[in-house]
Nanobody
Framework: QVQLVESGGGLVQAGGSLRLSCAAS????????MAWFRQAPGREREFVGG???????YYTDSVKGRFTISRDNAKNTVYLQLNNLKPEDTAVYYC??????????????????WGQGTQVTVSL
């Protein structure tokens, strides 16, 4: 069993930055592909990006160049750096884990564990 706990959300003005963290329990963190998803009010949860065990990263087009995912396997933590935030980035952000050495897939149902989410609100 893996538990994921996100932190770092908050209220920020457009153009600002935040760094989200996702701390995982367990001793096999490096065996998991990790991903970030987000869900805005009234919308489906969507894939933001993810990172393989070896650090390879993948992003959805709308965040490329603005968001950066990294991981520290020694600390069992994955990060999401959000820069140049826009009001449309407002959402609850979730981290997810999939036991796999492959790339993190964009499909929600393929993930084994989810965090509780952290709210990011971007104001004009």
């Amino acid at each position: 069993q893996v538990q994921l706990v996100e932190s770092g959300g908050g209220l920020v003005q457009a153009g600002g930055s935040l760094r989200l963290s996702c701390a995982a329990s367990g001793r096999t963190f490096s065996m998991y592909a990790m991903a970030w998803f987000r869900q805005a009010p009234g919308r489906e949860r969507e894939f933001v990006g993810g990172i393989r065990w070896n650090g390879d990263t993948y992003y959805t087009d709308s965040v490329k160049g603005r968001f950066t995912i990294s991981r520290d396997n020694a600390k069992n933590t994955v990060y999401l750096q959000l820069n140049n935030l826009k009001p449309e980035d407002t959402a609850v952000y979730y981290c997810a884990a999939r036991r796999s050495f492959g790339p993190p897939p964009p499909e929600l149902h393929l993930y084994d564990y989810w965090g509780q989410g952290t709210q990011v609100t971007v104001s004009l």
